[in-house]
């Protein structure tokens, strides 16, 4: 139980169209391939640490349709109790909606269905979950006041607490200070800050500010460019880990999994950004969100033979 990990979160269902290029507004395009994968940050990040070895538990709600009852068969048969993964017979499954380039670069809008019901209520429900947690996860595509209200009980456990601050929205000082690591794209740290970045040394500038927040570490992951990581006593600059571009969704709920894994193992920072990094880039060679999570395996493997620093 001392390295359980316990993510609150959003699930989706991700609908992927291959196109050969973005269309411009009022133009109709042909896609070259659809498929539909399970997603969402929630349950990314989830299963990410559990496909990384950790044990793992998820609070997430799903709309009581067709999508729903097989997502929720779906991740209890990945090993996550489906006592906290609730469904909602008002509203339907969160739907992401996923355009996917020959680059790998992706346009997503996501229509968040049921994951805008998850409540206080179900925290209240699921607090017995947040005994003796070591990581706690969350991110934004949930509402506000659940997002407060878990870092809250994850700190009154005892938990190191990591935020992903996506999709952007402006966070109070409460939610900053009960924040162990925060984990911004370049877009949402600037967003976080008000600050642009015009070159890579404007970021320590931006984490400082960050960390004037209330946060205690910064890890600001910047796609094929790697990482930097700031807390009040060290900087970390980290290159991205050379892979075969196919898919970028999941990128970052990836290295959030690696993140939380490394650090529920007890790894020294760097080491942890080293994994968590790995994980990441790993996750950019499949296409889809879940079906590219790297296993532990993977993931030192590539660590051991590919140096970044």
């Known amino acids: 139980m001392a390295n359980k990990i316990l993510v609150l979160g959003s699930s989706n269902v991700d609908l992927i169209l291959k196109v050969p290029r973005f269309n411009q507004p009022g133009e109709t395009i042909r896609a070259d391939h659809f498929t539909t994968v399970f997603g969402g940050k929630g349950a990314n990040q989830a299963i990410a640490a559990k496909q ?12 009581d349709d067709h999508y729903g009852q097989s997502y929720r068969r779906y991740l209890t048969e990945k090993g996550l109790n489906p006592k906290t993964i609730f469904l909602d017979k008002k509203v339907p499954t969160g739907i992401a909606f996923i355009e996917l380039n020959p680059k790998g670069e992706n346009r997503i809008v996501v229509a968040p269905g049921s994951n805008s019901l998850l409540s206080i209520d179900d925290l209240k429900r699921s607090s017995s ?23 809250k009980l994850a700190k009154r456990s005892g938990a190191v607490t990591l ?17 162990d690591f925060i ?26 500010k960050i960390l004037e927040m209330g946060v205690k570490n910064v890890v600001i992951t910047l796609g094929p460019k790697g990482l930097f990581f700031k807390n009040p ?8 880990y050379k892979v075969k571009v196919v898919d970028t969704t999941a990128a970052g709920d990836a290295f959030m999994g690696g993140l939380a894994c490394g650090l529920s193992d007890g790894k020294p920072v760097r080491e942890t950004l ?36």
Do not use: C, H
Not at 52 to 63: C, H, K, M, S, Y
Not at 131 to 149: D, T
Not at 184 to 200: C, F, R, S, V
Not at 233 to 240: L, S
């Open 233 to 240: 006593n060290e900087e970390i600059w980290m290159k991205a």
């Open 52 to 63: 990384l070895g950790a044990e793992v538990a998820l609070i997430t709600r799903l709309g």
């Open 163 to 179: 935020l992903n601050p996506s999709p952007y929205r402006p966070l109070s000082k409460e939610i900053l200070s009960q924040t």
């Open 129 to 151: 979950f947040f005994n003796g947690i070591k990581i706690f996860i969350v991110q934004l595509e949930i509402p506000i006041q659940s997002v407060r209200l878990g870092l």
């Open 274 to 309: 080293r994994f968590a990094n790995a994980t990441g880039g790993l996750a950019t060679t499949k296409l889809g969100a879940q079906p590219s999570l790297p296993s532990r395996k993977e993931v030192e493997t590539l660590v051991k033979n590919q140096s970044t620093n």
């Open 183 to 208: 984990v911004p794209n370049e877009i949402e740290a600037q967003a976080l800050t008000g600050l642009k970045m015009k070159k890579d040394q404007d970021l320590p500038k931006i984490a400082e």
